[in-house]
């Protein structure tokens, strides 16, 4: 199958859902012919980005390795899905326009619902000060502003968030339409 190459941005805070729904997304493209890659925020930072910190200089130096890489894929013809954090809202601005063809989702929840699925226990700690430089605790999380797609894990099941990100690629062309109501079909059969 012929497709456009095109990154696919999940950002927001850790346990929002972002790399749930993204891994779902790559199976969905790839059971269906399109190349599409997948790169984690935390899989990037243990093997691209080793040795960075949490500073904001080494988050943006990580966003901006993971942008490289994703527009190397863009070009080539690839659906470069990205799942990371990504909390500055300058430098993923930044990356999107470096990219081109860029799709911007913003996966939220709110912070108690973040407490409540930290099964890690990460955010009480951070809530206790025990873990400094955490985003959307000590650390700022930037939504953005105008994302090409909202979607509201507190609200909205696993399949809905899918099948909005894919009704938006389906809107741009990056897969045929019908492949929504696919989604859904083999989700409830």
């Known amino acids: 199958m012929d497709h456009k190459g095109v990154t696919i941005w999940f950002t927001g805070l850790s346990g929002a859902g972002k790399s749930t729904i993204a891994e779902r ?8 012919g399109v190349k599409a890659e997948l790169l984690d925020g935390d899989v990037v930072r243990t093997n691209l980005s080793k040795g960075l910190g949490f500073s904001k200089e080494d988050r943006d130096t990580n966003i ?29 601005d930044e990356v999107r ?3 081109g063809s860029f799709i911007e989702i913003h996966v939220h929840a709110s912070l108690d ?15 206790k000060g025990e873990i400094p430089n955490f985003t959307g605790v000590s650390d700022p999380y930037e939504e953005p502003l105008n994302p090409d797609v909202f979607l509201d894990t507190e609200q909205e099941s696993i399949d809905e968030s899918l099948g ?5 690629l389906e809107a741009r062309g990056v897969i045929p339409s019908g492949a929504a109501s696919q989604m859904a079909e083999a989700a409830v059969g």
């Not at 997304?25 to 269906?32: G, H, N």
């Open 25 to 32: 997304l790559v199976a969905f493209l790839r059971e269906r």
């Open 64 to 92: 901006r390795r993971i942008g490289f890489v994703s527009q190397l894929l863009t070009r080539n013809g690839v659906v470069s899905i990205v799942s990371a954090i990504s909390p500055y809202r300058e430098v993923r």
């Open 97 to 99: 326009r470096e990219i």
């Open 113 to 127: 619902e973040l407490v409540r699925r930290d099964v890690k226990g990460l955010y009480e700690k951070a809530l």
């Open 164 to 168: 909005k990100v894919l009704s938006a």
